[in-house]
């Protein structure tokens, strides 16, 4: 059984900083392109950060870029977000999520964790 879940949301002040964990199972994070995604209250869901499968070159929306880093670790089979100098807009519900091509396309991402709440306080 595939799935994915997350870890590590929980409130924050603005500043501080934040590390998302995904724990993924039925298949291997290093064989698939990885992304986080964010929905905001009264908000569309947006692609946050990716990284595709060949290169395995990572990717970051212009809003979080310079303040968050994608990673995974092959061993754990598990996948990260560190989230730095944290801002009030970066308030979320985040995703992780798993699939073909590149891009931050939600489209090509088949498996979805159930996702984690991240609340930025000022």
Known sequence: EVQLVESGGGLVQAGGSLRLSCTASGFSVENYSIAWF????????????????YPRTPYYADSVKGRFTISTDGAKNMVYLQMNS???EDTAVYYCAAGLGDGLDERRYYYWGLGTLVTVSS
Not at 40 to 47: F, S, V
Request: positive net charge; proline residues 5%; glycine residues 10%.
């Open 38 to 53: 964010r929905r905001a209250p009264g908000k569309e869901r947006e692609g946050v950060s990716c990284l595709s499968l």
């Open 86 to 88: 944290l801002k009030r």
